[in-house]
Every structure is written in structure tokens, then in C-alpha cells.
T-cell receptor, first 113, second 115 residues
Framework: EAQVTQNPRYLITVTGKKLTVTCSQNMNHEYMSWYRQDPGLGLRQIYYSMNVEVTDKGDVPEGYKVSRKEKRNFPLILESPSPNQTSLYFC????????????FGPGTRLLVL | AQSVTQLGSHVSVSEGALVLLRCNYSSSVPPYLFWYVQYPNQGLQLLLKYTSAATLVKGINGFEAEFKKSETSFHLTKPSAHMSDAAEYFC?????????????FGTGTLLAVQP
């Protein structure tokens, strides 16, 4: 089954404690990205990757890091989480063309105390 | 730069009534437009997309949307609402004018269906 998986689904942590949210897709997609969803703001892109070893900032990259060492994986790293990073995070993947459907993971709900 | 505006953060309809969720876009190039649905505690699922092939686009679960260039709109409709349609709906435009291939989302419309 074609899918995007994320782990963990729920996470409570404290300010400053490094964490990683994993994302994996099994569709051999070149393009992957991370979004955060906040009430009243919709989804905003954090980082994206056009292919292995190619990543770039989206609209709200501050406080986040990513890496793309393998085509299927695109982890999101919060080196020093802060309460304003409390949010719902989604990973997405698609083929390389703009008209292609983006497939979303189930989301990771993060609470930073 | 592309953008979308969804009118109405909350819409409530009765079961069996028409569903109309509004989306207006702004784009300097012919847009690619999408509607996604998010059920509680789930990720986003594609309902339908417009890629310039036909102005009336049919999607899953009986939804459809019509692209109207003159009105810069891409409203989502369903003739008869079902309880299972209760969810949050997002309109999005593809930012293919840039190099990012990202989706630019509206702020979402939460649809409630009353029995």
C-alpha cells in the first residue's frame, strides 16, 4: 500500500530537549516536505527536498533542521524545541511535477512544555 | 505569488442539503488547484484537483469543483451532505511558479453536518 508514515504520532517534550520526527514514503517520490498546521493559519511549509541531498527552506524554517540521505526518508529535527513549536506536523511526498498529488502522512502532534 | 482565500472558517449544513465551500485564488500564472479533506485525527486526503484539463472537476465521495477564471474561484460542492462528510476542508494552490513545488493552503473550512 502506497503511504507516508510518520513517527511518533504524539509527543510531549520539554523546552530544549532535542527531538526527531521521522518520515518515510514507499512511492519512490523525489519530492518531500514538512508542513506545520496551526489553528486559523492552515498549513505552512517548513522545509522541502527535491531529491537526495537537496533540501531548502520553506516559509517557516526557523528552529528546524532536515536531512535527506535516502530517497524514502526525510526526518525533521528540532535541536532545541520551544513552546512556539507546539503544533501538528505533516510530512508529504509527491513526484517532481507541480500538478502531481501530494500524499500526506497521518501527522505528529507535538507539545513543547 | 499565489494565494488562496477560503471564505467561512465554519460551515454547518443539514444532512441531505447542498454543501458549498468557497475558495478564491490569486495567481499570476494559470494555477493548479486542489481540495484536500482532513478527517479528525487523520492526515490530509486529496478530494480533487484542477490541472487545466477541464473546468468542472469531479472528485471522490461525490464532491466536485468548478474552476471559474473570471471569478478566480474554485468552489467545492456536493449535492447532498452526509454525516460522514463532517471534516475540515482545505483549498490549495501549487506554487509552481517558484521552484519549490509546494502547496499554498487556505486557512481551512470546518464542515459540520447536522442530523
Amino acid at each position: 500500500e502506497a503511504q507516508v508514515t510518520q513517527n511518533p504520532r504524539y509527543l510531549i517534550t520539554v523546552t530544549g530537549k532535542k527531538l526527531t520526527v521521522t518520515c518515510s514514503q514507499n512511492m519512490n517520490h523525489e519530492y518531500m516536505s514538512w508542513y506545520r498546521q496551526d489553528p486559523g493559519l492552515g498549513l505552512r511549509q517548513i522545509y522541502y527536498s527535491m531529491n537526495v541531498e537537496v533540501t531548502d527552506k520553506g516559509d517557516v524554517p526557523e528552529g528546524y533542521k532536515v536531512s535527506r540521505k535516502e530517497k524514502r526518508n526525510f526526518p525533521l529535527i528540532l535541536e532545541s524545541p520551544s513552546p512556539n513549536q507546539t503544533s501538528l506536523y505533516f510530512c508529504a511526498s509527491s513526484g517532481g511535477q507541480a500538478l502531481e498529488t501530494q500524499y500526506f502522512g497521518p501527522g505528529t502532534r507535538l507539545l513543547v512544555l | 505569488a499565489q494565494s488562496v482565500t477560503q471564505l467561512g472558517s465554519h460551515v454547518s449544513v443539514s444532512e441531505g442539503a447542498l454543501v458549498l465551500l468557497r475558495c478564491n485564488y490569486s495567481s499570476s500564472v494559470p494555477p493548479y488547484l486542489f481540495w484536500y479533506v482532513q478527517y479528525p485525527n487523520q492526515g490530509l486526503q486529496l478530494l480533487l484537483k484542477y490541472t487545466s484539463a477541464a473546468t468542472l472537476v469531479k472528485g471522490i465521495n461525490g464532491f466536485e469543483a468548478e474552476f471559474k477564471k473570471s471569478e478566480t474561484s474554485f468552489h467545492l460542492t456536493k449535492p447532498s451532505a452526509h454525516m460522514s462528510d463532517a471534516a475540515e476542508y482545505f483549498c490549495a494552490v501549487s506554487d509552481y511558479g517558484g521552484a519549490t513545488n509546494k502547496l499554498i493552503f487556505g486557512t481551512g473550512t470546518l464542515l459540520a453536518v447536522q442530523p
